[in-house]
C-alpha cells in the first residue's frame, strides 16, 4: 500500500520567507510525528499527533515552528521568518499505535539562503 | 533519556552476518530497544524492537542480554541493500531520538 508521503520534496526559500510542509500519512494511521535532522546528525523530535488529543508540542525549538493536523490525515508543518539555521531535512512519521512502529516519509529538504 | 552507545561504523561481506552490537547501561525498566535503519538519502525504515526477549522478524533478529544493558542486532545474510545507517534507541514512548548510529557498508 502507500506509504507516507512529504511534499515538497526540495524547498529553497530567502531567510526571512515563510515556508509550509506537508505529511500525509498511511491511511488509518491515528498517530503523526515531525522530526528533523539536521546535516550530519541524528533525528530530533518536533511534535506529536494522536487523534484528537492535544498534540505533544515538546519538540519545536521556538514559536516561529508550528504544526497542525486535520483529523487523521494530512498534516502541515509551518516554519516563519525561517533562518539559515533551519537548514534541515524535515521527516514525517506515523503509526498506527503510538510507541512502537514508525513509518517514515521520504523527507523535505528545506535550504535557507 | 538514556543513552545508547554504537560502534562508529562495521564492513561485512555479502551474504555474511553481520552483528551490531549496542551499549545502553543506564536503560530503564520501561525502555524499549528500537532499531531503524537509514539508506542514503531515504527516511529511516523501522527494523525491530523488543523489551526483554530476543525477537525475530523477517528483517532481523533482535538478541537482548539478560540485564537489559547491551543489545545486538543481527543481519542473519548482509545483502548490498543492507548498507546503511543502523541507529540503537531506547524509549517508553513515541519520542524517538536518533544518535549517529552505525554505518554498515556491505562489500560484494
Known amino acids: 500500500g502507500a506509504g507516507v508521503s512529504q511534499s515538497p520534496s526540495n524547498k529553497v526559500t530567502e531567510k526571512g520567507k515563510d515556508v509550509e510542509l506537508r505529511c500525509d500519512p498511511i491511511s488509518g494511521h491515528t498517530a503523526l510525528y515531525w522530526y528533523r535532522q539536521r546535516l550530519g546528525q541524528g533525528l530530533e523530535f518536533l511534535i506529536y499527533f494522536q487523534g484528537n488529543s492535544a498534540p505533544d508540542k515538546s519538540g519545536l525549538p521556538s514559536d516561529r515552528f508550528s504544526a497542525e493536523r486535520t483529523g487523521e490525515s494530512v498534516s502541515t508543518l509551518t516554519i516563519q521568518r525561517t533562518q539559515q539555521e533551519d537548514s534541515a531535512v524535515y521527516l514525517c512519521?506515523?503509526?498506527?499505535?503510538?510507541?512502537?512502529?514508525?513509518?517514515f516519509g521520504p523527507g523535505t529538504r528545506l535550504t535557507v539562503t | 533519556d538514556a543513552k545508547t552507545t554504537q560502534p562508529n561504523s562495521m564492513e561485512s561481506n555479502e551474504e555474511e552476518p553481520v552483528h551490531l552490537p549496542c551499549n545502553h547501561s543506564t536503560i530503564s525498566g520501561t525502555d524499549y530497544i528500537h532499531w531503524y535503519r537509514q539508506l542514503p538519502s531515504q527516511g529511516p525504515e523501522y527494523v525491530i524492537h523488543?523489551?526483554?526477549s530476543n525477537v525475530n522478524n523477517r528483517m532481523a533478529s533482535l538478541a537482548i542480554a539478560e540485564d537489559r544493558k547491551s543489545s545486538t542486532l543481527i543481519l542473519h545474510r548482509a545483502t548490498l541493500r543492507d548498507a546503511a545507517v543502523y541507529y540503537c534507541?531506547?524509549?517508553?514512548?513515541?519520542?524517538?531520538?536518533f544518535g549517529a548510529g552505525t554505518t554498515v557498508t556491505v562489500r560484494a
Open positions: 512519521a506515523s503509526s498506527l499505535v503510538a510507541k512502537y512502529e514508525q513509518y
Open positions: 534507541i531506547l524509549s517508553d514512548d513515541y519520542k524517538l531520538s
Open positions: 523488543g523489551l526483554t
